[in-house]
Structure formats: C-alpha cells, structure tokens
Nanobody, 120 residues
Framework: QVQLAESGGGLVQAGGSLRLSCAAS????????MAWYRQAPGKQRELVAE???????NYADSVKGRFTISRDNAKNTVYLQMNSLKPEDTAVYYC??????????????WGQGTQVTVSS
C-alpha cells in the first residue's frame, strides 16, 4: 500500500506564489512519472504538469512559464512551484504518481487534494 501526503495549498492574491508538495510512502520499489492535476468547481479534472523518472517535465499550455514541476527521488516527493498565480488557477490540486511496489506491479495513486485559491 502507498500513502500520499500533499501540502502547500492556501489562499493567495493574484500574482503571488505557492509551492505544493506531495510525498509518497509505503511499499515503494520505484516511482515512474509523477503528475499534478487540478479540478475547479463544475469542471473536469485536468493535467497541470507531469515529470518523468528522468526529470523531463511537461506542462499544460495554461501554466507554461509560470509553474515548475520537480521531484526529489530520494524523498519520493514531487513539487509544484506556482508563480504569477491567476484567479483561474483556483482549484483543488491532486498529485498522481505511477508507483511500482515491491510486488513489481505498477499502480496509479491519487493524493487527497489540496485547495489553492487565488483572489483577484
């Protein structure tokens, strides 16, 4: 079993910054790609950013140049640095890693979500 602990959400004014963290623990052999998704009220969950096991990032067009995804493999942790935040970034943010456990089976997990609210 794998547990995910997210932190770093909150309320910030437009133009401000936040840093999200998601630490995985439990039965972990290796973590492949790690991603951040978000879901705003009344909207579908969407991919924000993802990072491969080799630390190659990919971003949604809406956050390119403002958000940076990174990972610390030694800590099984993924980060999302969010700068120049806009009211439309308001959503619940979820981490979503692909974890290979000690049974060598790859599974996807969802974090519990952390609220990000950007005021205008």
């Amino acid at each position: 079993q794998v547990q995910l602990a997210e932190s770093g959400g909150g309320l910030v004014q437009a133009g401000g910054s936040l840093r999200l963290s998601c630490a995985a623990s439990g039965s972990i052999f290796r973590i492949n790609a790690m991603a951040w998704y978000r879901q705003a009220p009344g909207k579908q969950r969407e991919l924000v950013a993802e990072i491969t096991s080799g630390s190659n990032p990919n971003y949604a067009d809406s956050v390119k140049g403002r958000f940076t995804i990174s990972r610390d493999n030694a800590k099984n942790t993924v980060y999302l640095q969010m700068n120049s935040l806009k009211p439309e970034d308001t959503a619940v943010y979820y981490c979503h890693p692909e974890v290979i456990s000690h049974d060598y089976i790859a599974r996807y997990y969802w974090g519990q979500g952390t609220q990000v609210t950007v005021s205008s």
